[in-house]
């Protein structure tokens, strides 16, 4: 029999939503047809989504932030060809191979402070070594996380995951605590029971897109110093370019982590990868001598199709200025989306950095809208923000999402290869659908009727 990928894509085309439900998580197409996303996308390009009528699709969500350099880049994808013409040996283990050798050089000439890195699969696993190797590097057993954190859903990423929704039912995690964001006098009653090995952050929360007050980040790297506690910055979503800087935490003077996570955008969005950047001496306490050279592994890490999409991604990124645009696209987002906060009484804010940005609702004044909000609020706190995602997919064909349960928030997380043009379409569809919910009457309070039922029914 002779495999044609072609021929099984489509025998099974049509069959995506009935297997699903069928083998795979069966809420996923439940969930897409109630918030009216079941669409059959057929072809993904740049920042586009097209769908099997022809209908093109602004992706808004980039796979969670995975498409920093778009849908299928030309350039990453004959790096891919490239990698496996070339009939490399690959996971051999005992070998050094030379394009993760190449990957390893170039990230590091871009994070000042970090020597060393390790290649795994993904975010969460990246954030596994980030946690056991600040543990065993300092002897101590505690992390401290930030409420609201994402930080990944397996054990250990879990136990310093903030969302309680994501916790539930998985119970007793590891030893770790959970402090407010910018609370310093919470980080340092922790740190004074003299067991904290670090605390891990993201430089801006992708749940609800939250960043620290000025100066915190700063602040809290000084006192981790002075107790001897490592500072762990997540930048699996904010890191490669999505804020304007290579790294967020480049914001903000003076912050020199001890450990940086990165995956997503890393992958070029074809291979998964993670990587985990540490400092010379953390890396030699966890590799201490040769008996210990797997102490830490993962058979995929370092493979040579996910190193290749890494080396072509960051050519990417300087060869089209990439990062630099991700900052005038957000300064965009943010000149044209904060005027219309004074139009809309239900706009409640703009915030983010780059092209990592959140838009919050709230509670509005007159009485007429203020008693949909209330009924939407008390079915299920959230709702509005859902129902702003809706109409903007529908009508505007705008890929977007909630930027964590329980949050009247969208998150926006672009390709950095948007242009103008993209951002005027969104603030057009965006207008629409504000003017269509300050009319406190129309589809959008329809469709908050269906979500309250829903809301209801899963309760």
Known sequence: MTFDLGETYEAYADRGFELHAKHLNPQLPRVLRTIGMDRKYVRA??????????????????????????????????????????????????????????????????????????????????????????RFATGRRRIVYIDHAFHGLTTGALSVNGAAEFRKGFEPLLPDVGIK???????????????????????ILGKGVLAPPPGWLAAAQKLLREHGALLIADEVQTGMGR????????????????????????????????????????FKKVYSTMDRVLVHDCTFGGNNQAMAAGLATLAVLDDEDLIGNSARMGDAFTAALTPLIDKYELFAEVRGRGLMIGLE??????????AG?????AARHGLFAQMVVVPLFQRHRVLTQVAGDHMDVIKLLPPYVIGQEDVDHFVAGFVDVMDDAHKGTGLMWDFGRTLIKQAMTNR
């Open 45 to 134: 390009e740049g920042p586009y989504l097209y769908d099997d009528k022809g209908d093109r699709y602004l992706d808004f969500l980039s796979g969670f932030g995975t498409y920093g350099v778009g849908r299928h880049h030309p350039v990453v994808r004959k790096a891919m060809r490239d990698v496996i013409a070339l009939d490399l040996p690959d996971i051999v283990h005992f070998h050094t191979p030379p394009l993760a050798a190449a990957l390893a050089d170039r990230l590091l000439a871009r994070a000042p402070g970090m020597d060393r890195v390790y290649f795994c699969n993904s975010g969460t696993e990246a954030v596994e070594a980030a946690l056991k190797f600040a």
């Open 181 to 203: 964001l910018g609370d310093l006098d919470a980080l340092a009653r922790e740190l004074k029971r003299g067991d904290v090995a670090a605390l891990i952050i993201e430089p």
């Open 243 to 282: 804020t304007g800087r290579f790294f967020a935490y480049q914001w903000e003077d003076g912050v020199e982590p001890d450990i940086v996570t990165i995956a997503k955008a890393l992958s070029g969005g074809y291979v998964p990868i993670g990587a985990t950047l540490t400092r010379d001496w953390v």
């Open 361 to 370: 609702f709230g509670k509005p004044r007159s009485l007429k809208l203020r």
């Open 373 to 377: 909000w209330t009924a939407l609020q």
